[in-house]
């Protein structure tokens, strides 16, 4: 588990327990996680970046500790903090983690500007990445 770090710009481990993560060969926005942490809110907001505007996309009703309704709404309340955890962990897709006060967290991927664009056929500027060719 890693947040990207104010200081060094690059993604750096926290402390975790308990995780648990789904993932898929098929896309790369179907990877979800759940763990947990002793870290405090004012400690992750004082040393790592923050994700604005995230949005936890569903999982598969089985893995039942992803909830992401719940999750928006306790980013939406205020209990919930969202962290960058790797810029581009696959081309045009952030991962994006969430921790709640009382310690639970969560990780999906979404779309960054990049993806987006290249998703949509937009033309992706110098600003992005090199994407792999296949």
Not at 34 to 39: A, I, P, Q, Y
Not at 83 to 91: A, R, S, Y
Request: net charge negative.
């Amino acid at each position: 588990m890693q947040l990207v770090s104010f200081v060094s710009g690059e993604p750096e481990p926290i402390l975790f327990d308990a995780f648990q993560a789904i993932d898929a060969d098929s896309s790369p926005i179907r990877y979800r996680a759940c763990f947990t942490t002793e870290m405090s809110h004012s400690l992750l907001s004082e040393t790592y970046e923050p994700y604005e505007k995230a949005e936890p996309r569903n999982a598969p009703e089985w893995f039942d500790c992803f909830d992401a309704k719940a999750i928006a709404e306790e980013i939406e309340a205020g209990t919930a903090l969202t962290f960058l955890g790797q810029k581009n962990v696959h081309f045009g897709v952030d991962r994006i983690v969430a921790i709640t006060s009382d310690g639970r967290g969560y990780v999906w991927h979404e779309l960054n500007d990049c993806g987006d664009k290249a998703y949509d056929g937009t033309i992706v500027g110098e600003e992005c990445p090199r994407r792999p060719e296949n």
